[in-house]
């Protein structure tokens, strides 16, 4: 750190004066002697005196710094004014270099580099481009959020514009550290809450794991030390205690002729006493007034601070509950009944009910064991009944002096933990499932083409009379509808190809909505409702139709299957509403995974019997149905899941619920982002609008090079091109492809080539064939969607065909290219 900057001002001593003085009355002297005139001599005398006031002035002006020249700060002052243990603290000039750090900010990044130069990702470090920008515009900016990508920890940072210049920036670093139960309890203790608790006999004091206080009520200090006011911070807590042969607990100071204390120990990390981190939670240490008494007596003061207890208990965020000697509930507060979900149905008979039969017998034994034995604690894993699929956490902890009471049972609510976990493990799950559906379809589109291809040239041979016809028909259609489910299965791992336009939702339900009207049939009363000023979409309209009917479909089965329960004729409604959703509403909604925009929602709901709970987590699952064996696939709700997510949209599914709580329908929501500005036209006819009135002009002819590594998928391409009039050559991958076009035998028109084969992939042998022929198109044919093959296609001149494809759509497509590539070289 520099130092601040050190002025010399030279002075003169007063001998020096003395003598400058001395010879100037000297000179004045002797012009008086050779001139002869008295008033000559005064003036010359005159004159050299305020010739040296002069100097003497301003040489003391130089010296001194002027009222602009200012000094440079002192570092070393700054740095000791803002050493923060919890805050990072830097300052930046305006070339960005650091020009002061404190110790935080050195500890937390090792070193004092730019912020920039940490180990940051690239949205981050956009951020904070733009938080700079912002701060030496109007003074002050801020970050939300800054995540290391080594360690994934995750800062806040606020930046202000300071300096008499201006010229520098103060960054303020806070670490977001996720909220632990036990936080803010140090707090609660020094506040009135505390100061109740004691008035009412309860001490509290929050203990660290080394033993030593963290926090604790007004009121300990004072029986503790006698003197109000004191603080325990840093004290030992067993140092405050004493204990007698009978064990029973003493204040140090008051001895046994003080008041007999009940001391509850309360851990308080949510993961239990066995997660590998529980040894660095702190704990909460309960100390209540026994009575003054011992055997009978001290019993029945026990029994008279209940009431107190359940008072405290009722405050706490924690999840606590007592039990009698037999493991009877005696009470629980509210934190408890949200932990077990019996909030609605209050608490029960005894702890083994909370729980699955297996663990029934476990925590039976445990009550009992704790509530006869010495006063201890511990914990156990159980499952909950309403909850089945992940285990909780329950302490358990002997208490006395409590009267009836004899075990303390506590639990953490973390419902928000478990819907967080669920959601993770739900996202890692369908996105396993999409990569294997991804992959499956993949190998079974190249099947699937050689059949329909070889159907295809089958048909050409037979007419309708023959006896082969209508077999060779049958296969076809199976076919198709083995295609159809693989795109089902493209859709849900959001790997089929879309042709995405800007639309109006409206305008695509109106399409499907005499469809739907069919399908509903004349027991299901039909209605649509929309929303005024709706903003645009972008998405494929063939698509979303896809969306509406498998959602309107699954809502008929849904009312279908209630009705016959309930034994009613009329089986129910459904409303299809659009809606507008503005940004302000999305920030209402709370809901994390959705950006704050603005969208246009998509409304289907019904009046069935709603979707279960143990069902809900599901239902996009692939293959998860609830209908009967053989009545349905289980993929047409994840086919509408993949749709949308690869529409950049978000999904969700609702209970309807009834005046009586119950739910009397199901609801799914479809969000699709309002699109802003124009539509941005792909190449070479992959574009939204398309070129495919250009085939019809090609009258055939041309030299293909087909790679193509499936045998009997370039079996199928070589002969139905070479019907449709095209002199086709064939290579078995891109080595082969590459060595034909060097050879340079032939002259190609297009090149008609496979994505993904082995050693040189189609992309890789394209660019190869570019440097020596810049301008020939190629059609590449995939398994996979054009959109997941975007990075490595993304070649100039190019188009795309997805497998599976007929004879029929490849001849198309060939022609459909050299009409256009004619066009361009025209």
């Known amino acids: 750190m520099t130092g601040s900057m050190q002025f010399n001002v030279e002075t003169r001593p007063a001998s020096t004066l003395v003598g400058v003085a001395a010879a100037t009355v000297l000179s004045a002297l002797l012009v008086w002697l050779i001139g002869g005139n008295a008033l000559i001599a005064a003036i010359y005398l005159g004159g050299v005196v305020a010739l040296m006031l002069a100097m003497v002035v301003l040489s003391r002006s130089l010296s001194q710094p002027s009222v602009g020249e200012l000094e440079q700060p002192d570092w070393s002052v700054t740095l000791a004014g803002i050493e923060n243990n919890r805050r990072a603290i830097l300052i930046t000039d305006r070339a960005n270099r650091v020009t002061c750090a404190n110790k935080t900010y050195q500890d937390w990044f090792r070193d004092p580099v730019p912020l920039a130069e ?36 995750r800062f806040q940072l606020s930046v202000t514009r300071a300096g008499r210049a201006e010229d520098y920036l103060v960054w303020r670093i806070a670490e977001i550290v996720a909220e632990r139960s036990f936080d803010g309890i140090e707090g609660w203790l020094r506040g009135p809450v505390g100061t109740m608790m004691s008035h009412a006999g309860l001490e509290m004091a929050l203990v660290a794991p080394d033993g030593l206080v963290l926090g604790h009520t007004s009121g300990l200090a004072e029986r503790a030390t006698g003197e109000s006011g004191q603080s325990l911070i840093g004290q030992e807590f067993v140092q405050l205690l004493r204990s007698d042969e009978r064990d029973r607990i003493f204040f140090a100071r008051e001895g046994q002729q003080g008041i007999p204390q009940t001391l509850v120990h309360i851990p308080l990390d949510e993961r239990g006493a066995r997660s590998i981190e529980a040894d660095q939670a702190p704990s909460l240490m309960l100390l209540v007034d026994a009575g003054v008494g011992i055997g009978t007596g001290w019993e029945a003061g026990g029994a008279a601070t209940i009431p107190q207890l359940e008072a405290l208990l009722s405050a706490l965020p924690l999840g606590l509950a007592l039990t009698d000697r037999d493991g009877r509930f005696m ?167 879309l042709r995405p336009v800007v639309l109006q939702l409206p305008d695509v339900v109106s399409e499907v909505s005499q469809l739907l009207k069919r399908l509903m049939g004349a027991s299901i009363e039909f209605s649509i409702r929309h929303d005024r000023e709706l903003g645009p979409v972008r998405a494929d309209p063939q698509q979303l139709e896809q969306v509406i009917i498998n959602l309107a479909v699954n809502a008929r089965d849904a009312m279908q299957q209630h009705s016959a329960r309930a034994g009613e004729d009329k089986m129910g409604r ?16 709370g809901i994390d995974i959705m950006p704050a ?60 619920l009834g005046p009586d709580g119950r739910p009397q329908g199901a609801r799914f929501t479809v969000y699709l982002p309002v699109h802003r500005g124009e539509v941005v036209p792909t190449q070479n006819g992959r574009g939204e609008d398309g070129e495919e009135g250009r085939t019809s002009e090609w009258a055939g002819g041309g030299k293909l090079l087909l790679v193509e590594d499936e045998d009997m998928v370039r079996a199928v391409a070589e002969r139905a091109l070479s019907r449709a009039g095209y002199s086709v050559t064939s290579a078995r991958d891109g080595e082969e492809g590459l060595g034909i076009i060097a050879n340079g035998k032939d002259q190609f028109d297009l090149i008609v080539s496979d994505v993904v084969m082995p050693a040189m992939d189609g992309p890789a042998m394209a660019r190869a064939i570019r440097r020596v022929k810049p301008h020939i198109p190629i059609l590449f044919m995939s398994g996979y969607a054009e959109e997941q093959l975007r990075n490595q296609i993304d070649i100039d001149n190019m188009y795309f065909l997805p497998k599976p494809f007929s004879v029929q759509q490849i001849n198309a497509r060939v022609a459909e290219v050299l009409a256009n590539q004619m066009h361009e070289d025209a």
């Not at 956009?126 to 003074?139: C, H, S």
């Not at 990569?435 to 050409?460: E, P, W």
């Not at 409303?575 to 909604?589: F, H, N, P």
């Not at 690869?646 to 999904?651: A, C, D, E, K, L």
Request: glycine fraction near 8%; charged fraction near 25%.
């Open 118 to 153: 940490l180990p940051i990702d690239a949205n981050t470090r956009a951020a904070l481009v733009d938080a700079t920008r912002k701060a030496w515009r109007e003074g002050y900016a801020e970050v939300a959020e800054m995540v290391l990508t080594t360690g994934n920890r």
């Open 331 to 497: 009470f629980a507060n509210k934190a408890f009944l949200r932990a077990v979900e019996r909030e609605q149905a209050g608490l029960p008979a005894f702890p083994s009910d909370l729980v699955v039969r297996e663990d029934k017998a476990a925590i039976s034994d445990s009550v009992r064991r704790f509530a006869r034995g010495v006063a201890s604690s511990g914990d156990m894993a159980v499952r909950l009944a309403g909850d089945k699929e992940e285990p909780v956490s329950i302490g358990l902890a002997g208490v006395r002096g409590l009267g009836d009471a004899a075990v303390l049972l506590s639990i953490s609510d973390s419902s928000e933990e478990k819907r967080l976990r669920r959601q993770v493990a739900q996202a890692t799950k369908m996105q396993a499932v999409g990569q294997l559906a991804g992959g499956v379809a993949h190998d079974f589109n190249n099947v699937l083409t050689a059949i329909i291809g070889y159907c295809d040239l089958m048909l050409l041979r037979h007419s309708p009379g023959d006896s082969d016809y209508d077999d060779i028909q049958q296969i076809k259609a199976n076919s198709n509808r083995a295609a159809s489910l693989t795109r089902q299965l493209l859709a849900f791992s959001r790997q089929q190809t």
């Open 574 to 589: 459904l409303t299809l509403a659009t809606r507008r959703v503005s940004a302000r509403d999305v920030r209402k909604m």
């Open 597 to 656: 925009d603005d969208y246009t929602a998509l409304i289907v709901q019904d009046t069935g019997g709603g979707i279960p709970a143990s069902v809900i987590n599901k239902i996009f699952e692939p293959f998860f149905t609830t209908k009967e064996q053989g009545k349905g696939t289980g993929l047409g709700l994840s086919t509408v899941y993949g749709i949308v997510k690869q529409s950049n949209g978000f999904i969700f599914a609702d209970n309807v």
